[in-house]
Structure formats: structure tokens, C-alpha cells
């Protein structure tokens, strides 16, 4: 018999048709919300293998009577979401996908897989920036609304990228990839993190270090959001650090939601502290909740431009992220299923 996979969300064709070659699949069909852990614990008593991506939990109840779960194929694996003590305890492998070796990328990502995603993530965030600058969603939905416009009109005037400051709070993997992009469009690009780069590496992403973090946020016209996420910073951006932006000034998150004070950002918003955000995460994700959702107040502000926490949507980073997950199953599958 051949075993059975359960793919907890669709993903790209190439994943499905390599480990259709090996096992029987079963893919959750909804792509407006996240499995759930009652689907989740029901998959496991019909379904030998489990392939999730990282935000999908892992809970005890799946491996209780009448489980059949061997192992879980992941990318990622997260103490906040997945109980891993319970899968070892139950005999239940942590199939994890194979990591990616550099090999063309001048700057240690491969443009392969991981490599591909911060690239994507930094070009999203350049994208919402560009429609905060540009006013491309409000402009959108007038024209859809409307059906007609007036020529030259100052109703969307917006304050561009040319001249203006943008402020990079953290400098990793996504803020290289969007630097390079914005020192291209005649933008001022500070940046601020614990340790200043070299002068070459300044030159080479076309940045300026600024020590303080308060003086890049208040002299930034667009102030971009690119820290890691732990405990110690959680609110790290709340009241205080808004009232330091320009009035004019747009706030851009690609990082993580629970960095932000959200109530403190949704006041921001509301009063006219900051001119509007683009948001790509928010503070009801995973492990807050199963199923993420954007909330409300922010879905109905014009200022505000949201995408689901999808930065590296591309058919290449995607589809390479689940590949090389579906590659370690499928390894895992011929070395040992006996049926």
C-alpha cells in the first residue's frame, strides 16, 4: 500500500506532482483560512504523513488513539506552535526540509529556496511603499467605485520617493534586497541595527548608518520595519515611536505583527499622527491565533494598504520552499515505508 499525505493548504503543482510519485495526497482545498486543529487531528487518523508549512500547529491531540502519523515534513520548526516533545514522544519524525547551500548569490543567499524569499519580501515591501508614496490603492478603489476621474487631480496627490527619506529599522537578508531598490529610485536610505556595517558594505547597498533609532524614525518620510521578533521586543513600537514620525510619514511592516503595538498604531492612523502604513503582518497571527485574521479597524482605513503576510509569494520562492520539503518526505518515504 502506498502511504497517504496530508497537505495541510495548497501550494505549487511542482511539490504535489513529486510526492504524488511515492504516496496518495490529500490537500486542504481553502485557501481563505488556515486549517484547523480539529481537521487537523481528524487528517491524522486517516493519513500517514503530515506536510505543513511553518505556521501550521503541531499539537499532542494529533498523535492520541487511532493516529497514523509517521512524520510531519516542515520548513521550519517553531517551540511557540509545535509541540515537539509530544511528536518524539509518539515516535512521530520531524521530517525537515534539506537547507539550501550558497552558490551563486555574492552575499551568501542562494538564489535557490531560502534565497529567493528575502529577496521577494524585500521587493513586497518596496511595493508597499510605492503605493503609500503613489497612493495606488485609494486610487484604485475610486476609480472602481467612481468609474471616472478627473485629469491632474489633487484628490490622491501623494509625496513620491524622489528626495524623500526612508528609514530601514533592522538590516538583514530583506532589507539588503530592498535597498538596493530604493537607493534606485533617489531616496535617502538610512539604516540603524546593533552593529554598524563596514564602510564598503555602505557604499555597496547604498545606505546611511544612523546610531540612534529615534533619529531615524523621526527623519524618515517612510520608516520600514526589518527586525526579528522575540520576546524582549514585543510593543517595541508603540505610542512613543509614532509621535516621533512626521505627520506626513508612512509606516511599512514586513517583519512581524507582534512587534508593533497594534491599538497604538490604529490610534496613529486614526488621529493623524502618521499619514498611513502598508502592513504585510499584524499582531492576530500565529501563535496568538490559529487562524489569522486582520482586524477590522484597520481593514476599513483608506490610508492603510494590506496584504495577507505572503512576502515571499512567487512561483520561484514558493514553489522552491515546498519543494525541497517535498523532496525530504519523499526521501523519507522510500528509505522506510514498508506499508
Given at each position: 500500500m502506498r502511504p497517504k499525505i496530508f497537505v495541510s493548504q495548497p501550494i505549487p503543482q511542482p511539490a504535489l506532482d513529486l510526492m504524488a510519485e511515492v504516496a496518495d495526497l490529500e490537500v486542504f482545498p481553502w485557501t481563505h483560512r488556515e486549517v484547523s486543529i480539529d481537521e487537523l487531528e481528524s487528517a491524522a487518523q486517516r493519513s500517514d504523513y503530515f506536510f505543513i508549512m511553518h505556521t501550521v500547529p503541531v499539537r499532542a491531540r494529533y498523535f492520541g488513539p487511532g493516529s497514523r502519523l509517521k512524520g510531519i515534513g516542515m520548513q521550519l520548526a517553531r517551540e511557540d506552535l509545535h509541540d515537539l516533545a509530544a511528536m518524539k514522544a509518539a515516535g512521530v519524525k520531524q521530517i525537515m526540509s534539506k537547507p539550501v547551500v550558497p552558490t551563486d548569490d555574492p552575499d551568501g543567499y542562494s538564489l535557490d529556496g531560502y534565497g529567493l524569499n528575502p529577496r521577494a519580501t524585500g521587493q513586497l515591501m518596496v511595493a508597499l511603499l510605492l503605493n503609500c508614496a503613489y497612493r495606488v490603492n485609494e486610487s484604485d478603489m475610486f476609480c472602481?467605485?467612481?468609474?471616472?476621474?478627473?485629469e491632474?487631480?489633487?484628490?490622491?496627490?501623494?509625496?513620491?520617493?524622489?528626495?524623500?527619506?526612508?528609514?530601514?529599522?533592522?538590516?538583514?537578508?530583506?532589507?539588503?534586497?530592498?535597498?538596493?531598490?530604493?537607493?534606485?529610485?533617489?531616496?535617502?536610505?538610512?539604516?540603524?541595527?546593533?552593529?554598524?556595517?563596514?564602510?564598503?558594505?555602505?557604499?555597496?547597498?547604498?545606505?546611511?548608518?544612523?546610531?540612534?533609532?529615534?533619529?531615524?524614525?523621526?527623519?524618515?518620510?517612510?520608516?520600514?520595519?526589518?527586525?526579528?521578533?522575540?520576546?524582549?521586543?514585543?510593543?517595541?513600537?508603540?505610542?512613543?515611536?509614532?509621535?516621533?514620525?512626521?505627520?506626513?510619514?508612512?509606516?511599512?511592516?514586513?517583519?512581524?505583527?507582534?512587534?508593533?503595538?497594534?491599538?497604538?498604531?490604529?490610534?496613529?492612523?486614526?488621529?493623524?499622527?502618521?499619514?498611513?502604513?502598508?502592513?504585510?503582518v499584524f499582531w492576530t497571527e500565529p501563535p496568538n491565533v490559529v487562524d489569522p485574521y486582520v482586524d477590522e479597524r484597520l481593514r476599513k482605513m483608506d490610508n492603510v494598504v494590506l496584504t495577507p503576510h505572503n512576502g515571499g509569494a512567487t512561483y520561484a520562492s514558493r514553489g522552491a520552499q515546498t519543494l525541497r520539503i517535498a523532496e525530504a518526505l519523499v526521501e523519507e518515504i522510500k528509505a522506510n515505508w514498508t506499508g
Open positions: 472602481r467605485a467612481n468609474g471616472f476621474f478627473q491632474m487631480t489633487m484628490q490622491f496627490m501623494g509625496h513620491g520617493t524622489t528626495g524623500k527619506t526612508v528609514g530601514l529599522y533592522g538590516f538583514g537578508k530583506v532589507a539588503k534586497q530592498a535597498a538596493r531598490l530604493l537607493s534606485a529610485m533617489d531616496m535617502e536610505v538610512l539604516y540603524t541595527k546593533r552593529t554598524r556595517l563596514s564602510t564598503d558594505d555602505e557604499t555597496k547597498w547604498g545606505v546611511t548608518w544612523c546610531a540612534d533609532p529615534d533619529d531615524l524614525v523621526a527623519r524618515s518620510d517612510y520608516v520600514c520595519l526589518l527586525v526579528d521578533f522575540d520576546d524582549s521586543k514585543l510593543k517595541m513600537f508603540g505610542e512613543r515611536e509614532f509621535k516621533l514620525m512626521k505627520p506626513t510619514a508612512y509606516f511599512i511592516n514586513v517583519a512581524r505583527g507582534r512587534l508593533v503595538d497594534q491599538d497604538a498604531l490604529i490610534a496613529a492612523l486614526t488621529d493623524g499622527t502618521i499619514a498611513g502604513a502598508g502592513l504585510e
